[in-house]
Nanobody, 118 residues
Framework: QVQLVESGGGLVQTGGSLILSCVAS????????LGWYRQVPGKHQRELVA???????????EYGDSVKGRLTITRDNDKNRVALHMSSLKAEDTGIYYC????????WGQGTQVTVSS
């Protein structure tokens, strides 16, 4: 059984910073992807924020176009944890952020709300 537990969401002003954290438990290994998607208001589909694809020899990290240069994903395999370092936040970054992984099946956390207010 895989569980992903997020923390660190909240209310932040435009231009501010926030760090989200996700701890994975269960059979998620360094070769499995760990990352973040978000669901923004008015959209039904979750969109890619950032994913660390794991130590597979290919592209290690992938970012959504709207967050490149502003958000950074880091991963600690010893603690089975992934963090999302968010800076220069904009109102359009508001949404529910979900931790994500897959190992055959896709796994999602419960989500954490990020609200960017001017």
């Amino acid at each position: 059984q895989v569980q992903l537990v997020e923390s660190g969401g909240g209310l932040v002003q435009t231009g501010g910073s926030l760090i989200l954290s996700c701890v994975a438990s269960g059979r998620i290994f360094s070769t499995n992807p760990l990352g973040w998607y978000r669901q923004v208001p008015g959209k039904h589909q979750r969109e890619l924020v950032a994913v660390d694809h794991g130590a597979n020899g290919g592209v290690r990290q992938e970012y959504g176009d709207s967050v490149k240069g502003r958000l950074t994903i880091t991963r600690d395999n010893d603690k089975n944890r992934v963090a999302l370092h968010m800076s220069s936040l904009k109102a359009e970054d508001t949404g529910i952020y979900y931790c994500y992984s897959h190992r055959g099946l896709k796994y999602w956390g419960q989500g954490t709300q990020v609200t960017v207010s001017s």
